[in-house]
Structures are given as C-alpha cells and as structure tokens.
C-alpha cells in the first residue's frame, strides 16, 4: 500500500515523501496515528501543490539568507559591554540575545538566537568571530567587535530603560 507521510517517520522517510508499506501497519499505525495519509489521486495532487510550494518558499529564503549573509560577511557588528575597570575582562560575556539585539540593531534583521554558534563564551573586550546559521547549508561567519561601555553610556542607557 502506498502512502504519503504527514510527519518523518522513523526507519521509513521524511515528511512530504511517498512510501510503500504493508497494509497492516499502515492500517494499525500509521493512519490512526496521523502519521500518514492513503496515497490517493486527489491526496498525490495536492502533495504535488504543497511540494511545489514548499520548493518556490524555500527559494525565496535561501536567496534572502544568501543576500543577507554578503552583508553580515562585509559588516562587524559591535556590541557594547561592560568591561572590568582596567583590563579587558567583561562582567558577564557576550549572550546570543546580545548579538541578535545588535544584528536587528545594526542590520535591521531579525534572526532566531537558536541559530547562532559560539564555540567558546565571549567574555574579552575584542574582535570575536561567531558563527550564523541563515538556511540549511547557508553558515556565515559573523565578525563582532565588543567594546567597553563607558560610564556616560551605562548612565545614559539606564535613563532610556527604567529599571524593573
């Protein structure tokens, strides 16, 4: 029996794809469960709609994440701390909240947090280089330069944000 897969089922194939199991599993798991739909005319055109669809979509964010990671490559972003009074130790580090603040900041780009790689914490004033995964198959390396945050700044930046 065929049938189309709503969900990646393990051992068996992704979501989207087309699969020949026996009838009795997907009888007594895979239909009850919702996993899967019987592979019928109507089912397999708009499979083909869906997967067109998802292809065109996935086009579009690619070449938007293409376009976007040429710019993050040119660009370094600088993020403001605060260091240790004389050294170039921060209090703290440098979180993935920081850097999407600075790329939506800076880049005027919204970017999931989850999608950043930092092997190592940031925890030196200095020129740190991170990296960014945009789609799948697309990572850019993302130059930051963390600077100290003066006292006039952290005076100013508590004005702007009342404290809870």
Do not use: C, W
């Given at each position: ?10 051992d068996?194939?992704?979501?989207g ?13 895979l ?15 708009d ?15 690619r ?14 972003l600088?993020?403001?701390?605060r260091?240790?009074?004389?050294t170039t ?5 440098v ?6 603040e ?16 930092i ?24 130059t930051?330069?963390?600077v ?9 930046s ?7």
């Amino acid at each position: 029996m065929q049938v189309i897969l709503k969900q990646d089922v393990r051992d068996l194939g992704r979501a989207g794809e087309l699969v020949d199991v026996k009838e009795g599993y997907a009888r007594n798991f895979l239909l009850p469960k919702r996993l899967a739909v019987p592979a019928t005319p109507g089912n397999l055109k708009d499979l083909q709609k869906r997967m067109q669809g998802a292809k065109e979509r996935e086009a579009r964010e690619r070449a938007e994440a293409q376009g976007l990671g040429e710019r993050l490559r040119r660009q370094s972003l600088y993020i403001l701390h605060r260091a240790a009074e004389g050294t170039t130790r921060l209090h703290g580090s440098v979180t993935p909240q920081d850097i999407v603040e600075a790329i939506r900041g800076q880049m005027g780009t919204e970017i999931d947090r989850r999608s950043l790689e930092i092997r190592e914490p940031i925890r030196t004033l200095g020129e740190h280089v991170v990296t960014l995964r945009l789609a799948r198959g697309i990572s850019v390396p993302v130059t930051l330069q963390v600077v100290e945050k003066m006292p006039e700044q952290q005076a100013a930046s508590a004005e702007a944000v009342p404290a809870r």
